[in-house]
């Protein structure tokens, strides 16, 4: 394995982190919450936001492995009742991460297209073909309906209040549940992984024509 190759996806990995959750951050700013940038988390200091373990070990770990790579940062602070429209403020919140992690995999891949840098061997190659798939994988991680990942709170707005109080239950423990579902049955959650993100690539390839 290319100890190179390893610190260039850690710059992504972490580049991407940082900009998802200032996105959380600044739409929640935006939406009227300042607890955010209070607490010092509308930043790009990156000890402001890594986790050591899902912002470094984790997305390391998966990229030795040659699994879709994935993780996260220290979430932002966010009060849901300071939200303009409330359940669906912290809707809109949440989206911002996912959207912001797809733009990054898109505008990547524009870039990348149109210089030609995409399609070589080189160097160049490898770094916008890391940007594109961590940032895809970031995406679909994040939008995984389980608290308290992204996906849950766009579930949380759109639920009647029996399955609210069933994903408010999980908070404390949905990452435990994350985990084991990746333990348990992480081939089949690879693959899913992969065809989502080779899916979304097709789309991309689908709007420039090729």
């Known amino acids: 394995m290319n100890p190179v190759n390893i610190v260039i996806v850690l710059v992504i990995v972490v580049g991407s982190v940082i900009l998802h959750e200032l996105s959380h951050g600044l739409v929640a700013y935006l939406l009227g919450d300042q607890t955010a940038k209070d607490a010092g988390r509308l930043s790009f200091n990156p000890i402001k936001h890594i986790d050591p373990y899902m912002s470094i070990l984790v997305p390391v770990i998966l990229y030795m492995l040659n699994a879709p790579v994935f993780g996260g940062a220290k979430p ?32 990547s891949f524009l870039i990348g297209h149109f210089s030609g840098l995409l399609y070589g061997s080189g ?21 995984i309906p389980i608290p308290p990942l992204d996906g849950s709170r766009v579930l949380y707005a759109i639920a009647p209040d029996g399955f609210r109080n069933l994903l408010a239950s999980m908070e404390r423990y949905g990452f435990i549940l994350v985990y084991m579902l990746i333990f348990l ?25 090729k």
């Open 185 to 209: 049955f992480g081939e089949a959650f690879s693959h899913l992984m992969i065809n989502g993100m080779n899916g979304i690539l097709n789309f991309f390839y689908l709007i420039v024509g």
């Open 76 to 107: 932002v602070p966010i009060n849901s009742y300071n939200l303009k429209w409330r359940e669906w403020g912290m809707a809109i919140v949440a989206v911002a991460g996912p959207l912001t992690n797809f733009l990054i995999a898109f505008v």
């Open 123 to 143: 160097m160049a190659a490898f770094i916008f073909t890391e940007l594109i798939f961590i940032n895809l994988g970031f995406m679909l991680f994040n939008l």
